[in-house]
């Protein structure tokens, strides 16, 4: 059997990777499953991933990233010629790319098995998978909040999944609202944040203050900016502790769960910062939050205040 599983929406992706390894669990608990990147691979080792039986298994699953984007030549005609006769009994292939180049005469071979395609979701089919998702976990939400996550998740499924898991929590078997997303949610992440980020990181802070007062020249509340900065410093302590274990890059959005894009630029930016940094600007960040919420300090002072700090950090 081989599966071809394409498109940008990589949660849905691993979602149905986790369906069909469940599926092939139940009828042989000593499944053979390994993933590998088309960038490792090489003819000779697909080869004989496929070919070679399993001493404990009677089945395998073999997953294939990226097979288009990054195989070298040697592996693009070794896998036509391995898609030119039959599987081995048993063995269960799955190809998976995020952007394929639908142009590409591997596409075309790919997209004559059985092949699956998750792009981004828009808003109205966001919100239905939300609503789905929230029924599924006996979780009450009404429309206004269902509409709220969609419209700023929508193509991160990532973070509407964590989102609906944590509004859950905080508020038991009540509804959830958009107050209660208000109060629990920070908006998404937008490029000003990264560079704001970058420019704190850099002890810019002529630069630093400058995309600050964009974004609030655009409307965003003094207190919703400060919770962006802490959500987006929080993020760069959790890459930096999975990277110190010595978990590959590529494997951190499953990690972390945290959109690919949004891994891409936390990474970038944690090699900016030392633990000792880290440790430092979180003591900041609530202080100032502390001192905002008792009413000491207002808000946009202490978001002065702390642009500041950090950059003196």
Do not use: C
Not at 61 to 84: F, M, N, Y
Not at 174 to 200: G, H, V
């Amino acid at each position: 059997m081989i599966y071809f599983l394409y498109g940008e929406d990589d949660f849905r992706i691993k979602r149905r990777l986790i369906e069909l390894r469940t599926g092939l669990f139940k009828t042989d608990a000593n499944l053979d499953f390994q993933i590998k990147e088309a960038a490792n691979l090489t003819a000779a080792d697909l080869n004989s991933l496929v070919m070679t039986q399993s001493l404990l298994s009677a089945s395998k699953l073999i997953v294939v990233s990226q097979p288009i984007k990054d195989s070298s030549e040697d592996l693009r005609k070794g896998l036509t010629e391995l898609l030119a006769r039959p599987v081995p009994d048993g063995v269960v292939l799955v190809f998976i790319e995020t952007q394929p180049d639908q142009r590409t005469k591997l596409f075309k071979l790919l997209n004559k098995f059985v092949a699956e395609s998750y792009p981004l979701l828009r808003v109205p089919e966001a919100k239905r998978w939300l609503q789905e998702q929230a029924q599924k976990r006996g979780v009450k939400i009404d429309i206004t909040a269902v509409s709220m996550l969609a419209e700023d998740f929508s193509d991160d499924l990532w973070r509407m999944s964590s989102e609906l898991d944590k509004l859950a929590t905080f508020t038991g078997n009540k509804l959830i609202t958009s107050d209660s997303i208000e109060q629990l949610t920070p908006r998404p992440l937008t490029d000003n944040i990264f560079l704001t980020i970058e420019a704190l990181a850099k002890k810019n802070f002529a630069l630093a203050n400058k995309l600050i007062n964009r974004q609030l020249l655009l409307g965003m509340a003094e207190q919703q900016l400060i919770a962006m900065i802490a959500y987006q410093f929080r993020n760069i302590v959790l890459i930096r502790a999975w990277l110190d274990q010595g978990v590959k890059p590529s494997e951190l959005p499953t990690k972390t769960q945290l959109h690919p894009y949004v891994v891409q630029k936390t990474t970038e930016l944690s090699r900016q910062f030392s633990i000792s940094d880290l440790s430092k600007i979180f003591y900041l960040l609530q202080r100032v939050d502390a001192a905002i919420k008792k009413g000491i300090t207002p808000p946009r002072v202490g978001l002065d205040i702390l642009t500041a700090q950090l950059v003196n950090a």
